[in-house]
């Protein structure tokens, strides 16, 4: 079975420094990853994913995540945060690419400090 | 193009009751799926529904069931209340084929009492 595990619950870092949220995933079959952020009261928006070819994806607003198949993680990366940033993250896997049922990891909440 | 649209937001139920939540999937979206979310257990995988059949389903009671109709609306159902039901519900659609991004709705926010 898929499993997804991200190892910290919460991330504190001050406006403009880096972050890296962290993500590792079980599975014994080749896995499609999605990371999702979350606002307060608010639904899952899709940040960015790896479904095949390189393994470095970015997304629009300056997130990026490298799939490491040797050390099945999958971390996401922002070299300057911002307030806005604030919120919920979450990884998640899917098999076979249905992503009718993804598969996620407890989330890590990012709190940026001005 | 209007996005998941789940109705209502806010939902407060007694325990015992049941609670029908609805989920409007993005126009042309053929799956609709349905994922728990709590504090202690995090977001979780209830079911599936592509073209008005249950594709998949998680590890949850009988007690949660769902459907879809022609229009690949769905509801979900769950039957005699717990207070350990209170959660948010989120609905996602999608095209249903390999690789197509899933959309989240805002969710319903149930309460059990």
């Known amino acids: 079975a898929q499993s997804v595990t991200q190892l910290d619950s919460q991330v504190p870092v001050f406006e403009e420094a880096p972050v890296e949220l962290r993500c590792n995933y079980s599975s014994s079959v080749s896995v499609y990853l999605f990371w999702y952020v979350q606002y307060p009261n608010q639904g899952l928006q899709l940040l960015l994913k790896y479904l095949s070819g390189s393994t470095l994806v970015e997304s629009i607003n300056g997130f990026e995540a490298e799939f490491n198949k040797s050390q099945t993680s999958f971390h996401l990366r922002k070299p300057s945060v911002h307030i806005s940033d604030t919120a919920e993250y979450f990884c998640a896997v899917t098999v076979s690419g249905n992503t009718g049922k993804l598969i996620f990891g407890q989330g890590t909440t990012l709190q940026v400090k001005p | 193009k209007a996005g998941v649209t789940q109705t209502p937001r806010y939902l407060i139920k007694t325990r015992g009751q049941q609670v029908t939540l609805s989920c409007s999937p993005i126009s042309g979206h053929r799956s609709v799926s349905w994922y728990q979310q709590t504090p202690g257990q995090g977001l979780q995988f209830l079911f599936e529904?592509?073209?008005?059949?249950?594709?998949n389903k998680g590890n949850f009671p009988g007690r949660f069931s769902g459907r879809q109709f022609s229009n690949s609306r769905s509801e979900m159902n769950v039957s005699t209340l717990e207070l350990g039901d209170s959660a948010l519900y989120l609905c996602?659609?999608?095209?249903?084929?390999?690789?197509?991004?899933?959309?989240f709705g805002q969710g319903t926010r149930l309460t059990v009492v």
């Open positions: 996602a659609s999608s095209k249903g084929g390999k690789n197509t991004e899933a959309f």
């Open positions: 529904y592509f073209s008005e059949t249950q594709r």
